[in-house]
T-cell receptor, first 113, second 115 residues
Framework: DQQVKQNSPSLSVQEGRISILNCDYT??????FLWYKKYPAEGPTFLIS?????DKNEDGRFTVFLNKSAKHLSLHIVPSQPGDSAVYFCAASEGQAGTALIFGKGTTLSVSS | DTAVSQTPKYLVTQMGNDKSIKCEQN?????MYWYKQDSKKFLKIMFS???????INETVPNRFSPKSPDKAHLNLHINSLELGDSAVYFCASSHRLAGGGDTQYFGPGTRLTVL
């Protein structure tokens, strides 16, 4: 059973616009959430994270929002750039050292110029 | 400098063979992991080591054996390879941050193809 779900397999956005990627989770024990970006034939690259004690974390063009009551998080990219085109994975963990990350299936973002 | 490196990047082998994938991290992290990305693109944990000690061992066939000679290395040995072992294997490492949260950093992956 999937504990982390990314229900949109793909998203297309024009350069300069906002990209919003969504993620839902079912395990209420998760307390740390991460977004990774992945290019073909490369490993996932850490993008941004958020602890369950916060509802927002911002890093440059990237902002992650967490809604614990809805068990939902989203990644906003503003403004979107063609170089942002990649697969984005949402991941969650229970925050203990060495705990496995539970990944969603990923959303492929295409940013057109 | 590559933070988490894996060798080889590609591995093609016959069924029944034994092979190893090496992983090294130069981040000074104390925890290392192996993940498998299957044909459905799911990334799933296989093993986790903390200071050379096994702390996670998911339901993985015992043909897979991780070996950690030191904190900076976690190698994956696979015996009697089967067709279903074909996948991309990712190594990762992390260091527990104060206040919680355990950001994992991934290697480039090893694509294993079993013929």
């Amino acid at each position: 059973d999937q504990q982390v779900k990314q229900n949109s397999p793909s998203l297309s956005v024009q350069e300069g616009r906002i990209s919003i990627l969504n993620c839902d989770y079912t395990n209420s024990m998760f307390d740390y959430f991460l977004w990774y970006k992945k290019y073909p034939a490369e490993g996932p690259t850490f993008l941004i994270s958020i602890s369950s004690i916060k509802d927002k974390n911002e890093d440059g063009r990237f902002t992650v929002f967490l809604n614990k009551s809805a068990k939902h998080l989203s990644l906003h990219i503003v403004p979107s750039q063609p170089g942002d085109s990649a697969v984005y994975f949402c991941a969650a963990s229970e925050g203990q050292a060495g705990t496995a990350l539970i990944f969603g299936k990923g959303t492929t973002l295409s940013v057109s110029s | 400098d590559t933070a988490v490196s894996q060798t080889p990047k590609y591995l093609v082998t016959q069924m029944g063979n034994d092979k190893s994938i090496k992983c090294e991290q130069n981040l000074g992290h104390d925890t290392m992991y192996w993940y498998k990305q299957d044909s459905k693109k799911f990334l799933k944990i296989m093993f986790s080591y903390n200071n050379k000690e096994l702390i996670i061992n998911e339901t993985v066939p015992n043909r897979f054996s991780p070996k950690s000679p030191d904190k900076a290395h976690l190698n994956l040995h696979i015996n009697s390879l089967e067709l279903g072992d074909s996948a991309v294997y990712f190594c990762a490492s992390s260091h527990r941050l104060a206040g919680g949260g355990d950001t994992q950093y991934f290697g480039p992956g090893t694509r294993l193809t079993v013929l």
